[in-house]
């Protein structure tokens, strides 16, 4: 069992950055794959970015490659989504998620994930 808990969040301008962060407890964080989802209203929740256990291996969805970056720091137990050149098409609840480091799939579906977080509200202004 691990719990998760994302901070961060809030409200930006286009063009403007934040840093989610999520913090696990529980068992072993480096025990788990990390990814991060976000879901508009009225919207399905949708794939953002993945990290392998050992931060040697990162997935994006292509939009927005290039602008959001995924790490963690295992000794702190927290995973950070980096996010630059926010676009008002960023705006969602953003949440975390585990998966066992065995678990070998595209991490790019929320059916994969064992564990969530609450989730934190981004919204970028136009």
């Known amino acids: 069992q691990v719990q998760l808990v994302e901070s961060g969040g809030g409200l930006v301008q286009a063009g403007g950055s934040l840093r989610l962060s999520c913090a696990a407890s529980g068992r072993t964080f480096s025990s788990y794959a990390m990814g991060w989802f976000r879901q508009a209203p009225g919207k399905e929740r949708e794939f953002v970015a993945a990290?392998?256990?050992?931060?040697?291996?990162?997935y994006y969805t292509d939009s927005v490659k290039g602008r959001f970056t995924i790490s963690r720091d295992n000794a702190k137990n927290t995973v950070y989504l980096q996010m630059n050149s926010l676009k008002p098409e960023d705006t969602a609840v953003y949440y975390c998620?585990?998966?066992?480091?065995?678990?070998?799939?595209?991490?790019?579906?929320?059916?994969?994930?064992?564990?969530w977080g609450q989730g934190t509200q981004v919204t970028v202004s136009s």
């Open positions: 998620a585990a998966t066992p480091r065995y678990y070998s799939g595209s991490y790019r579906y929320p059916y994969e994930y064992h564990y």
């Open positions: 990290i392998s256990w050992g931060g040697g291996r990162t």
